[in-house]
């Protein structure tokens, strides 16, 4: 099993900036890829951001240039910072794990979701 929590969400002002944290922790053999989601109300859940292991990142159109995902492979987290908040960036964001876990004698990658951070920007 795996758990991922996410913080540092909150309100903020166009223009302004937050930094995502998200922590993995369970029964982990390896962390592949890790990622931001957002799922804004009415709208389907879109990627913002995802990095390898080896720290090859691939952003989402909107927000490349804005936002930076990074991660700690020993602490086994990743975060994400994001600058010059647009009020459409406003969602509630989630944290993703690609993650390798064994189960009765089996090993398989499944992809685990935390709860979600509530972005919002606006004035």
């Known amino acids: 099993q795996v758990q991922l929590v996410e913080s540092g969400g909150g309100l903020v002002q166009p223009g302004g900036s937050l930094r995502l944290s998200c922590a993995a922790s369970?029964?982990?053999?390896?962390?592949?890829?890790m990622g931001w989601y957002r799922q804004a109300p009415g709208k389907e859940r879109e990627l913002v951001a995802t990095?390898?292991?080896?720290?090859?990142?691939n952003y989402a159109d909107s927000v490349k240039g804005r936002f930076t995902i990074s991660r700690d492979n020993a602490k086994n987290m990743v975060y994400l910072q994001m600058n010059s908040l647009k009020p459409e960036d406003t969602a509630l964001y989630y944290c993703?794990?690609?993650?390798?876990?064994?189960?009765?004698?089996?090993?398989?990658?499944?992809?685990?979701w935390g709860q979600g951070t509530q972005v919002t920007v606006s004035s």
């Open positions: 993703n794990a690609a993650a390798v876990v064994v189960r009765a004698a089996d090993m398989y990658e499944h992809e685990y």
């Open positions: 990095i390898t292991r080896g720290g090859s990142t």
């Open positions: 369970g029964s982990i053999f390896i962390i592949n890829a």
